[in-house]
Nanobody
Framework: QVQLVESGGGSVQAGGSLRLSCVAS????????MEWHRQAPGKQREWVAS???????NYADAVKGRFTASRDNPKNTVYLQMNSLKPEDTAVYYC?????????WGQGTQVTVSS
């Protein structure tokens, strides 16, 4: 049974930082790319960042230079370090993995950035 559990969200002022975590179970974590997505109120869910099984990262233009994705394979955990947060980063953040059996999502963690 695949399970993804995000944590680390919260409320911060603009310019602040947060670190999100996503613990995965039920998958061969080290062999799978992991992704972060977000969904702001009234908007479609959007891709934020990816970390390949080898640790190669890619970012959406909106977060490039401010967010850093990483993974700790022994801990089955993927992270999203978010710096220089802006009000437009306010959203529910989800981690995601695609495997042969399907695409799985966590329950999400709320990030709220006030100006």
């Amino acid at each position: 049974q695949v399970q993804l559990v995000e944590s680390g969200g919260g409320s911060v002022q603009a310019g602040g930082s947060l670190r999100l975590s996503c613990v995965a179970s039920g998958i061969s974590f080290s062999f799978n790319a992991m992704e972060w997505h977000r969904q702001a109120p009234g908007k479609q869910r959007e891709w934020v960042a990816s970390v390949s099984s080898g640790g190669i990262t890619n970012y959406a233009d909106a977060v490039k230079g401010r967010f850093t994705a990483s993974r700790d394979n022994p801990k089955n955990t993927v992270y999203l370090q978010m710096n220089s947060l802006k009000p437009e980063d306010t959203a529910v953040y989800y981690c995601n993995v695609g495997i042969r059996a399907g695409v799985y999502w966590g329950q999400g963690t709320q990030v709220t950035v006030s100006s």
